[in-house]
């Protein structure tokens, strides 16, 4: 932008990010602001594909709360290990994985999520979600956030991409209104997004869709016919 160019070479630097030391401490990784971001989606199926510690590290790192389904409290993760990398078996084990999801819980959406060892070994996880999604018949979304991606900033806007690439839009309301907001940035930390519910509900503004926190899939795939979005945490999203 303008105001940038006319900054000095200096002066332009130090908005960036710096690169980080090697062993120390840094905060999350990319990965992890996305599935921050995407877990309190409360009925979808969250499958991070990795090595178990991903998913173990990564596993209810935010309070969030759910006023009805309990899936997203699920871990589901494809536990890679040395062999399935070495012998190549990493998609055929992820296909696998969203089938016996979609045999057990019947969720309306998987989220797949790309990790450092899948994006370093060059796994396809669209194609495989593409396919999985042909073959069972249901919304199976691709996250490529990857930790090496960067900050957990930079995964909290990979995740919001994934939302507009793949789920909000695909589904049509049947029962629009004047007054229907989105609510975004909005993580329902204890349950705090149900103090504010109330009041909306007695100046008749319905929340079509309060994104992420408690959350469910159809109302996140039907946001696009809100009348209007109110932010409550723009670095959130």
Known sequence: CDKNRGKDAKARKEGCARPLTPGAAAGGCAFDGAKIVLQPITDVAHLVHAPLACEGNSWDN????????????TSFTTDLTELDVVMGQGERKLFKAI???KETYAPPAVFVYSTCVTALIGEDIEAVCKRAAEKFGLAV???????L????????KLAAEALLDHVIGTVEPDDTGPYDINVLGEFNLSGEFWLIKPLLDRLGIRVRACIPGDARYLDVASAHRARAAM???STAL
């Open 99 to 101: 089938r016996e999801i």
């Open 62 to 73: 935010r309070g969030a709360a759910s006023s009805g389904p309990t899936l997203w409290r």
């Open 149 to 156: 991606a960067g900050s957990k900033n930079l995964g909290n």
């Open 141 to 147: 979304v691709p996250v490529n956030a990857p930790g």
């Open 231 to 233: 932010v409550v945490c």
